[in-house]
């Protein structure tokens, strides 16, 4: 099948146009860097089937980071009939000099300026057709999210790739960046720029970019943290999503009636008592494992991802990235960290991924490592804050610790890993009102992902847990478990808890509930096990996903560390408390 | 004003980028790819917590070590 490939820096649109083109969904949102996976989907362009490849953003063709040697290795060895280069109209002059670089690597590029409407808000006219003559090459202009000029950009791809009978890249293109050439690009392409531009008289000011100053202002920028910390993860995701919506869900929906419904009815239709536990009993596939799934973690993680969404796309991130990266410098990392950590609170899986478009490997091991030991995931810290209710000074040691934990290992991880310090520089896209459409459907995609990762590892742990115990496995586990669990303080019964939270940390802190709601657990107990679980080793998607994306040494190793780590932590935290006979 | 270092640029100060100058060639290389290079028009938006400078209508943050490689000629107010 012929292909399109759609090029160009990052947070110019690419992936609008590929759900416009294809009409499938690929996660746009604004802020660079987003589109990790190569994304494919199927386009009808005339009479002709194209596949249309989505690529992660590159500003050159001689890639820095990993996302651009991939868009490279597209280009150049999957061959694609027609590139399209995407570019922002009112950059039209900066990002011109990679669609020079493109047309001389012999690649068959069609220009695309989109975003024309904001490039129009700032008084500027593009004489499109100029750009044709100076470049011999078809220029379009569009505004992807609006769909406008998107069927005339058909038409053109259409016409054009009638007309390239023979394409033949210059596969002695080096990756070797030099420095002559660019500056001469860049010549061209103001040259260029110049005559195709004319400006009309511009808006000035306008009340966007004044609220991206305060945005920028490190004195502004605490409280507005802290107000997007509060409305959208305590208030939303904590009180709204693991409150109201759980409760619901939970105890309305499994407990009246989906849960005795099934329990009645599998008793019925299967006579057989073991098959019975696997399916309904207490720690059941259904009883447990789906209840789990849909009535703690789905309305936590839903709600979460509704709210990233809309963070995202108002262009916040950035912004926050420019105001941490000092604080950042500290642990290892660049403010470029912060997408990657603050998607943790939501996935920690997902956010892992993530870690990819951090540009040093040594940057990207610190992030995998701090988001599997102190960043909870927000099924997690749902769970964890329940358990702590009503107890303000639990919290707050809790809080404390796992804060202290994040910075003392990432600025011990700088100092003994080896590598660059990192360099910071990121784009800081234009404040953007979020449309819901785009909300929606990017809540939907993640959440999409999410259970098609997480959904059957949740049935899987609940039939490891149901054999452990046919089998007698898990008695043996449980009672080794015991051991460090009451050097922690902790009651016989947490161990279990601490077993399941192998399978999934939340898993373990839902566990843990149980035994508070049976009265089991005092204030100390409590706040001690909510550490040790939020540190301990990692769900068991994210370790596999720290050994995919890191290698299985650093992954195995890792997990051996955390396990440790967070034991020892907890036995700490037990002993201070102790000592000082502090009772929370 | 001559040329000087982005990083002692003062806020609102607008130039010319002259030339790029460190020992690292792959910061170099970042900077170019992202536009910043001689002959472009630089204003400095923000220096604390990180420098923010805007390039044509983008705008783009940069920690004080890079904004210490781009030298500019700083244009007369």
């Known amino acids: 099948m012929k292909k399109i490939a759609i090029v160009g820096s990052p947070n110019v649109g690419k992936s609008v146009l590929f759900n416009n083109l294809t009409g499938s969904y690929a996660t746009v949102s604004n802020y660079p860097g987003t589109t990790v996976e190569v994304s494919r989907g199927k386009a009808v ?22 996302e651009e040697r991939v868009t490279r290795s597209i280009l150049f060895e999957e061959a694609p009939k027609v590139i399209l280069h995407v570019i922002d109209a009112k ?12 047309l001389e690597a012999g690649l068959p590029v069609m220009l695309v300026l989109n975003i024309m409407d904001e490039a129009k808000a700032l008084g500027m006219v593009i004489d499109t057709e100029l750009i044709e003559k100076e470049l011999s090459m078809p220029v379009a202009g569009i505004v992807a999210i609006k769909g406008s000029g998107v069927d005339v950009l058909r038409g053109m791809i259409e016409e054009y790739s009638a007309k390239i009978f023979i394409h033949k890249p210059k596969l002695n293109q080096s990756e070797e960046f030099d420095y002559n050439a660019g500056i001469k690009r860049q010549e061209r392409a103001t040259e260029i720029a110049r005559a195709v531009i004319n400006y009309e008289k511009s808006a000035g ?3 966007k970019e004044r609220l991206s100053r305060i945005m920028m202002n490190p004195f502004a920028g605490g409280p507005i943290l802290l107000f997007v910390l509060y409305y959208g993860l305590y208030k939303f995701v904590g009180t709204f999503g693991a409150g109201v919506l759980v409760d619901f869900l939970e105890n309305k929906v499994f407990g009246n009636f989906v849960n005795p419904f099934m329990i009645k009815w599998i008793t019925a239709v299967l006579p057989v008592k073991i098959l019975q536990d696997l399916l309904v009993g207490q720690y059941g596939v259904i009883t447990l494992g789906v209840r789990y799934a849909f009535a703690i973690i789905l309305p936590i993680v839903a709600t979460f991802f509704f709210a ?4 995202e796309d108002t262009g916040y991130l950035p912004r926050l990235a420019m105001l941490v990266d000092q604080f950042f410098k500290k642990i290892g990392l660049s403010g470029r960290a912060v997408i990657p950590l603050v998607l943790g609170f939501g996935c920690s899986t997902m956010a892992t991924m993530v870690t990819r478009t951090l540009p040093t490997k040594r940057e990207r091991i610190i992030a995998t490592l701090l988001l599997a030991l102190a960043i909870p995931c927000s099924a997690q810290m749902g769970v964890i804050l329940a358990l702590l209710a009503g107890r303000p000074l639990a919290v707050l040691v809790w809080l404390g610790v796992i804060i202290f934990v994040f910075f ?11 590598g660059e310090e990192p360099s910071f520089y990121m784009e800081i896209p234009p404040l953007r009102l979020p449309q819901v459409s785009n909300i929606l459907r990017k809540t939907f995609s993640r959440l999409v992902w999410y259970f098609k990762e997480i959904f059957p590892l949740f049935i899987f742990a609940s039939i490891l847990i149901w054999l452990g115990q046919i089998t007698g496995v898990f008695g043996v586990l449980v009672r080794i478990i015991q051991h460090p669990v009451s050097w922690l303080g902790l009651p016989d019964k947490a161990s279990v808890a601490f077993l399941f939270g192998f399978f999934r940390r939340d898993y373990g802190a839902a566990g843990l509930y149980d035994l508070k709601k049976a009265g089991l657990l005092s204030g100390n107990q409590l706040v001690v096990a909510c550490i040790t679980l939020t540190l301990f080793l990692p769900c068991v998607a994210q370790l596999l996903m720290n050994i995919k994306e890191r290698g299985i040494k650093i992954g195995i190793w890792m997990s051996v560390f955390i396990l440790f780590f967070s034991f020892g932590v907890g036995f700490m935290v037990n002993l201070i408390l102790n000592l000082f006979h502090i009772i929370l | 004003m001559g040329i000087q270092p982005l990083s002692k640029l003062h806020v609102k100060d607008k130039g010319v980028i002259a030339y790029l100058h460190t020992k690292n060639k792959s910061q170099v290389q970042k900077l170019m790819s992202i536009g910043v290079l001689p002959g472009m028009h630089i204003s400095l938006i ?22 210490g490689a781009i030298y500019v000629r700083v244009a007369k107010h």
Not at chain 1, 46 to 55: A, H, K, L
Not at chain 2, 57 to 67: G, L, N, T, W
């Open chain 1, 45 to 66: 362009i005339g009479v002709d089937e194209y596949e249309v490849i989505d690529t992660p953003g590159m500003y050159s063709l001689s890639p820095i980071t990993e």
């Open chain 1, 91 to 102: 950059n039209l002059e900066r990002q011109l000099a990679l669609t020079l670089q493109l």
């Open chain 1, 205 to 207: 000011t306008g009340i």
């Open chain 1, 308 to 311: 990233f969404a809309i963070i």
């Open chain 1, 408 to 418: 003392i290992v990432g600025f011990l991880a700088s100092k003994l890993m080896p």
């Open chain 2, 46 to 67: 923000q220096r604390f917590p990180s420098y923010v400078f805007s390039i044509g209508h983008s705008q783009f943050a940069i920690d004080k070590e890079q904004a």
